[in-house]
C-alpha cells in the first residue's frame, strides 16, 4: 500500500525567505510523485512531477522538489518565498507506471509574511 | 484549451433533498475521478472511470451516493437523500493514459452545504 505524510499543516515564512514543505512516502514500488497547489475557492493545479530520470524536478513558480529514495522523501522548495505562494499544498504519489488512484496527503498551508 | 468543467460551482439544499454534480473531463481523456474535501479528512477519492466504466468505487460512503458517466464527455455524482455531513467540496479530475504519467487535471469543484 502506498501513503503520504507531509510533516505540518501550517507553515508560515516571511516574504523572500526559504520555502521548504516536508512530503515522505510509503511505496514498494517506484513511486510517481506529484505536488499540486490549491489557490482559495481553486481547483488543484500540478505545481511538478516525478516519474524516473532526473531526481530534481523543477515546477512552476519557482518551485522544485528532489525524490530522495533513501529518504522516502520529496520535499518542495524555493528559495524566496512571494506573497502569491500563499497557498495550500498536496503531495501525492501513485504506483509508477500505472493510472488510477492519486494518494493525496493532507496537505500544508502556506502563509507569507509581509 | 478548456479544462475539466464542473457544474454547479455552489449549491445550497435542504438535508434530504436530492444533489446531482455534473463533470465534464478535457477531451481525449479516458479516466475520470471524483475526490471529495473536507477540513475533517482532507482529499478523499470517491470512485474512478476508465473508458466510461467504474473501476474503484470502494470510496463511495454509502448506498446514498452514486455515480455515472454515460459517455465519454459526462459524468454525473448524485446523493439522495443528502445530509448535513455531505456537506464539502466535490473535485472531477481528469487523466490522459498514455501520457504515462499519472497526473490529474482538476476542475474547479463543487461546494455542496446542505442545512
Known amino acids: 500500500a502506498q501513503s503520504v505524510t507531509q510533516l505540518g499543516s501550517h507553515v508560515s515564512v516571511s516574504e523572500g525567505a526559504l520555502v521548504l514543505l516536508r512530503c515522505n512516502y510509503s511505496s514498494s514500488v517506484p513511486p510517481y510523485l506529484f505536488w499540486y497547489v490549491q489557490y482559495p475557492n481553486q481547483g488543484l493545479q500540478l505545481l511538478l512531477k516525478?516519474?524516473?530520470?532526473?531526481?530534481l524536478v523543477k515546477g512552476i513558480n519557482g518551485f522544485e522538489a528532489e525524490f530522495k529514495k533513501s529518504e522516502t522523501s520529496f520535499h518542495l522548495t524555493k528559495p524566496s518565498a512571494h506573497m502569491s505562494d500563499a497557498a495550500e499544498y498536496f503531495c501525492?504519489?501513485?504506483?509508477?507506471?500505472?493510472?488510477?488512484?492519486?494518494?493525496f496527503g493532507k496537505g500544508t498551508k502556506l502563509s507569507v509574511k509581509p | 484549451d478548456a479544462g475539466v468543467i464542473q457544474s454547479p460551482r455552489h449549491e445550497v439544499t435542504e438535508m434530504g433533498q436530492e444533489v446531482t454534480l455534473r463533470c465534464k473531463p478535457i477531451?481525449?481523456?479516458?479516466?475520470l475521478f471524483w475526490y471529495r474535501q473536507t477540513m475533517m479528512r482532507g482529499l478523499e477519492l470517491l470512485i474512478y472511470f476508465n473508458n466510461n466504466v467504474p473501476i474503484d468505487d470502494s470510496g463511495m460512503p454509502e448506498d446514498r451516493f452514486s455515480a455515472k458517466m454515460p459517455n465519454a464527455s459526462f459524468s454525473t455524482l448524485k446523493i439522495q437523500p443528502s445530509e448535513p455531513r455531505d456537506s464539502a467540496v466535490y473535485f472531477c479530475?481528469?487523466?490522459?493514459?498514455?501520457?504515462?504519467?499519472?497526473?490529474?487535471?482538476f476542475g474547479e469543484g463543487s461546494r455542496l452545504t446542505v442545512l
Open positions: 501525492a504519489v501513485t504506483r509508477g507506471g500505472s493510472q488510477g488512484n492519486l494518494i
Open positions: 477531451s481525449g481523456h479516458d479516466y
Open positions: 516525478y516519474t524516473t530520470g532526473a531526481t
Open positions: 479530475a481528469s487523466s490522459f493514459s498514455g501520457a504515462n504519467t499519472g497526473e490529474l487535471f
